[in-house]
């Protein structure tokens, strides 16, 4: 069994072309989604539309719920973080009039999480989710190592990101998710834990688009591979340049040249 998992496309439509041609190319057994398809990109309607035609499950990310149910400013935030929030905001009434009611809904009924047993034992289930096994918020950071080599510093340490009560009660072998844009794969006790990152957004430095190809064998349980795609990111600069959704200046900037 192959199972390739792509997460957090964030309405970049050039990248996730790319990963879902480089997809097929696999020939998986199953596509999965995991999370954030729309927000934050120039064309969610044509993101979303691309995805419902190739992928075979999906779960909803943070992003997606923002679109439907936009969550409520705290009162204790900073003038900084007010317009943060406020741009967030704006981003998830402009996609919402993109997408048009019917894909709004089709957002808002998709589950929080997918489960796959290739046997009948649970500890050889893998579970799909988009942040962690209980919420679509809260990050399962790499560890401190790993940041160290890979970002050149630890940005969430493991002492004050005690992660235990995300997964304690999880009975699944592995738990596949995206959220945080960076890609790892980790154990914690007898669980994988496998970050497969993000189409779009990247937070490691490398500005491929990327997702996972996991595949059970009986005789080695599962594995994953770390997938990196390159694509047109001048192209999607070109279309944000064009259509201008909330933020648009910080996220063309954001691909490189």
């Not at 691309?50 to 969550?71: K, W």
């Not at 935030?77 to 406020?86: D, G, L, P």
């Not at 890609?183 to 688009?209: E, F, Q």
Request: hydrophobic share 40%; net charge negative; with cysteine.
């Amino acid at each position: 069994m192959r199972i390739a998992i792509y997460s957090d496309v964030h309405g970049n439509l050039t990248a996730l072309q790319t990963v879902l041609a480089d997809i097929k190319k696999q020939a998986p057994d199953l596509i999965a989604f995991a999370g954030d398809l729309c927000l934050m990109g120039a064309r969610p309607r044509a993101c979303l539309e691309l995805a419902r035609s190739e992928t075979d499950i999906f779960v909803y990310g943070n992003t997606d719920e923002a679109i439907h149910t936009p969550p409520q400013m705290p009162d204790d935030v900073t003038e900084a973080q007010q317009k943060q929030w406020q741009t967030f905001l704006d981003a998830a009434v402009w996609t919402h009039e993109k997408l048009g009611t019917e894909n709004v809904d089709w957002l808002a009924r998709l589950p929080f999480s997918q489960r796959i047993g290739p046997t009948a034992v649970p500890s050889d289930d893998l579970l799909i989710v988009h942040a962690n096994p209980l919420d679509v918020n809260r990050m399962i950071a790499p560890t401190d190592e790993f940041q160290q080599e890979v970002l050149g510093e630890v940005q969430w340490p493991e002492n004050d990101w005690d992660i235990r009560p995300l997964l304690e009660s999880t009975t699944a072998g592995i738990i596949a998710f995206g959220h945080l844009h960076v890609p790892n794969v980790r154990r914690w006790g007898k669980i994988t834990l496998a970050n497969i990152s993000s189409v779009n957004l990247p937070s490691d430095g490398d500005n491929r688009a990327k997702y996972g190809l996991l595949t059970w064998r009986k005789e080695e349980g599962w594995t994953v591979e770390k997938q990196l795609v390159a694509y047109n990111t001048h192209q999607e600069r070109e279309v944000l340049s064009f259509i201008k959704p909330p933020n648009w200046e910080y996220l063309r900037d954001s691909l490189p040249k």
